[in-house]
């Protein structure tokens, strides 16, 4: 309970007549001191019988419009509030939680609710910049009567959980079906040097004599030579195409969100196993980055650093707005708030990128030339069909245990199909991990009727290139989006995609 | 307990209630007027004038102000009728203050107890010395607020935690066995 201005000027008052008493010496002027106590005492007590009946018929709700939602999104919450008719004014304050910004005025995030009033209700658009699990605090209820005021937190405190805007749920598979990409011990039908003993054999005219045990030859009086099981390792070249065709899709799951979440699994695999690994990046005008194999520490982190930064190559795409970027990793957020958003005329900037790219002398120029300069470099230009030509560029070096793994997408098949036998020309397994265009596309509810049928023509195009000798094709997208499709026609449903595919 | 039989005594003020303060001021303007004739029909308006103005605790002091200035101004003693009359008609105006709503049995009791409290404590002290009878009585109005507002607090629940729980992770009863060594 706290004293309000008004009732400080009483308390004042109430101090001046009894100085008045003393000033007059008359004992009279301190009725008027008695009086205004007992006057504050009488308005304290009955402050206190209204705050204690409003707390007991106040409920105070806060309810979000959707409690689970990604970063950057917007939602609702709506205050409500019900009471008896109360001679108390009331200010609601929501108890929204510190990692949310409130899209309106600061006024308008409060109710108000009037003398008499029987409660009220406000609705507050919310933005959630920062992913986590945020709890509202409960709501703080400002009373006053005119003279005292005082504060009550009442009511629930929901959660409202925020995801980072990734993958959520990765498919990979085929025809709907998952399949796990993540290896495990590697097999051979050789044997030889190692640590393993894996079997006896007697002696053969060759056999080199150092590996003779002649403790099993003493006990079993003939000549054996015994075999271990050889240290095997598995190099794995991923290959990730990150061209502008890469950036379909909502923020945070294009295709290339999904095709880096796999290839960081094939890193992390890699590593458990202590497989070389290498990284062959491919943009739009040919190979961005290119890592040989190694097994060191810091080559994993080198490629994981890499495919986090990895953003699609220089392109525009239509849909949730144009994305400019350059090739390799770009260390620009993917919003950045008045990047990219200034209304500069086309021709100025045309103009500015021309002096920039020429290394002008304006302030511009020199300011922004080195980092641009810097961010321009392709390692290999090729000019038609980078994927297979930068493809190319790696068969030459590779042994036939190596594994390349394929990270792209579907929309242009019969360039992947070239560049999957380029691939396999040294012999070597493949790996292909598409991301069908036909479950990142924005569609009409009309054009969804479909998609059943792209997706039955990708999976036979999947198995086409499943077929090939050497070569595993897997599917990789939104599992959610994936059962959609699947789930579009509702006749076909009894017939699955790989069955529809396989009696065609 | 019904919520709504609760409240349903507690109407927001009304202007009829505010007839209780005019029956008083027209109390005391009338003893005003006996006791000190034109003087004291000049402090009966200018009373009433503060009250209309700035409200009942501004009309009380303004009005002792002009009771004492009479009292000197006409030689009138302190011991006449007319003069606790006035007294009275500033106690029914603070009452009518407060019963602008109707007033639950308590609330008027603390009223009453309170006026008749402090009238009492003047009356004990102001023998001896104004000045120590205003001191007291200043302070004893304090004590009263003060005591109101740590009950309203208690009753309330709104005392914080952290002033009686323990502040570091030693002042916790060792004795109680954690979920870990008692699973």
């Known amino acids: 309970m706290r004293p309000t201005r008004q009732l400080w000027g009483i308390g004042l008052l109430t101090l001046s007549t009894a100085a008045l008493a003393v000033v007059f010496s008359h004992p009279l ?3 008027a001191t008695a009086l205004l106590g007992t006057w504050i005492l009488a308005h304290q007590y009955r402050f206190y019988r209204d705050l204690d009946r409003m707390r007991r018929t106040l409920s105070v709700e806060q309810t979000p419009d959707r409690t689970g939602l990604r970063t950057g999104e917007t939602t609702t919450v709506t205050v409500r509030t019900t009471l008896e008719p109360s001679p108390l004014s009331l200010t609601v304050v929501p108890g929204l939680p510190t990692a949310t910004v409130a899209q309106s005025e600061s006024r308008s995030t409060t109710l108000e609710v009037d003398p008499g009033s029987t409660g009220g209700s406000t609705t507050i658009p919310l933005e959630c910049p920062v992913a986590g699990r945020h709890q509202f605090d409960q709501a703080t209820v400002l009373a006053t009567d005119g003279w005292f005021r005082e504060e009550l937190d009442i009511g629930p405190t929901p959660t409202l959980t925020v995801d980072a805007r990734a993958p959520r749920e990765v498919h990979v598979g085929s025809g709907g079906d998952p399949v796990s990409v993540v290896q495990g011990q590697h097999t051979t039908s050789h044997s030889g040097s190692g640590l393993t003993p894996a079997e006896l054999r007697e002696y053969v005219p060759g056999d080199n004599i150092d590996r003779i045990d002649w403790k099993a030859t003493a006990r079993l009086a003939t000549v054996h030579i015994r075999e271990y099981e050889p240290e095997t390792d598995q190099p794995t070249t991923i290959v990730v195409d990150h061209r502008a065709a890469l950036d379909a899709g909502p923020d945070g799951e294009t295709k290339l969100d999904y095709v880096r979440d796999v290839a960081l699994s094939m890193v992390v695999s890699a590593r458990r196993l202590g497989d070389p690994v290498g990284l062959l990046a491919v943009g739009n005008d040919g190979i961005t980055e290119r890592m040989d194999h190694a097994t060191e520490p810091a080559q994993y982190r080198r490629i994981r650093q890499y495919l986090f930064d990895l953003e699609p190559t220089l392109g ?128 009409s509810p009309a054009a969804l009727e479909e998609s059943f049928d792209r997706y039955v023509a990708f999976e036979e195009f999947r198995r086409k290139l499943d077929r090939l000798e050497g070569v595993t094709a897997l599917e990789v997208g939104p599992r959610e989006q994936l059962a959609t499709v699947l789930a579009t026609d509702h006749s076909r449903s009894s017939v699955s995609p790989s069955r529809g595919v396989s009696d065609g | 307990m019904d919520n709504h039989s609760l409240v349903a005594d507690l109407p927001i003020e009304t202007a009829e209630y505010r007839w209780v303060e005019i029956g008083a001021l027209l109390g005391l303007s009338l003893c005003f007027w006996l006791a000190f004739g034109a003087v004291g029909v000049v402090a009966g308006v200018l009373t009433a004038g503060v009250w209309s103005l700035f409200g009942v605790p501004y009309a009380v002091a303004v009005g002792h102000v002009a009771l004492v200035s009479s009292l000197a101004a006409t030689g009138v003693g302190t011991m006449t009728l007319a003069v606790w009359g006035v007294e009275v008609g500033f106690g029914g105006l603070v009452l009518g203050s407060v019963a602008r709503r109707p007033a639950p049995v308590t609330l008027t009791v603390v009223t009453a107890a309170s006026t ?28 009263a607020c003060y005591s109101v507002h740590r009950y309203q607090l208690v009753a309330l629940g709104l005392v914080s935690e952290t002033e009686n729980s323990p502040r570091s992770e030693t002042d916790y009863d060792e004795s109680v066995s954690s979920p870990r060594e008692n699973p």
């Open chain 1, 316 to 443: 525009s795409r239509s849909g949730n707005g144009t994305r400019n970027s350059t090739s390799g990793p770009s260390r620009q957020p993917a919003h950045t708030p008045g990047v990219g958003q200034n209304d500069i005329a086309p021709t100025t900037a045309r103009v500015a990128l021309r002096e920039l790219e020429s290394g002008g002398h304006s302030a511009f120029s020199r300011t922004l030339g080195p980092f641009y300069r810097h961010r321009q470099t392709y390692r290999t230009d090729i000019e038609s069909e980078p994927l297979r030509g930068a493809i190319r560029t790696v068969v030459r070096r590779r042994n036939r245990r190596a594994l390349m793994v394929l990270c792209t997408d579907d929309s242009d098949r019969v360039a992947l199909t070239e560049a999957v036998h380029v691939a396999r020309t040294g012999g070597s397994r493949v790996l292909v991990l598409i991301t069908p265009s036909v479950l990142f596309d924005a569609e």
């Open chain 2, 116 to 143: 008749l409290a402090l009238a009492g404590l003047v009356w004990a002290v102001q023998s001896r010395s104004v000045t120590v009878a205003a001191g007291v009585t200043v302070v004893v109005i304090a004590l």
């Open chain 1, 29 to 31: 002027m301190l009725g």
